[in-house]
């Protein structure tokens, strides 16, 4: 209540949260990398996720466009020598327009990303666990967890450059570059600490969005869920 002794409107309340606790894009990038609890804090009061969700797909198109289609020849025409084909050399079209060509799907793929994602998160905690929440909430933790794996991916794109290898990642497997190639060695491979340390922003904001649903046990969950995954993409994955 004011001095007045009369209880402040709907509209009242939320213009004081939106101007004492919702802080501008910029400082919500900062605390997703530094202050993921505050930063999840936010959303939670007010879940904002358009620019956040546009800044990722962005970051993620610019680090993609930056590497040079000729890397990119040269990967595809070892895959095919891998699989046993014969090499094709590619159209002089294709080749001016693939910088484009891939920075759009992948930025489109980490735009389907975040909205199924989200949606998925809505489901597992939600509806199958019982806790609170909407899917605007999970959708606006997730646009922002994408800052990390944007960001970092940018970072490395000049190592990715030097080594011939538009896919190099920052992942488990690097530490155990002792074990034989084979399953496990594919397995580590698949888990890139930038989703792990994602994952864990996502089970921060989980934590926030209901109290009731402790950190340790959300990341338990999505660690878990990114496991079975890489379990999967083992198989696949070129040790």
Known sequence: ????????????????????????????????FFSPAKMTAYLTAEPR?????FLGVALTGLQVSLIPSEIWESLLRQQSLA???????????????WGILTATLAAFFVLVFAVVGAGLLSVIFAFILGDEGSYRQYLAVTAHALFIPALVGLLITPLRIA?????????LGS?????????????????????????????????????????????????????????????????
Do not use: C
């Open 163 to 171: 080594t011939q290898d538009p896919q190099l990642t920052l992942n």
């Open 175 to 239: 530490f155990f570059s002792f074990l034989p190639s084979g399953y496990w060695l594919g397995v580590l491979t698949a888990m890139d600490l930038t989703q792990i340390w994602s994952s864990l922003v996502i089970a921060q904001g989980a934590h926030s969005i209901d109290r009731r649903r402790s950190f340790r046990s959300a990341a338990v969950i999505l660690l878990g869920m990114m496991f079975g995954m890489a379990l999967l993409a083992g198989r696949f994955m070129p040790t």
């Open 49 to 53: 996720w358009v620019t956040a969700l």
């Open 1 to 32: 209540m004011d001095q007045t002794g009369q209880k402040p409107t709907g509209s009242e309340q939320t213009d004081s949260v939106d101007v004492v606790t919702i802080p501008g894009i910029h400082r919500r990038f900062l605390d997703t």
């Open 83 to 97: 699989q046993g084909g014969s090499p094709f050399p590619m159209p002089a079209w294709l080749m001016d327009s």
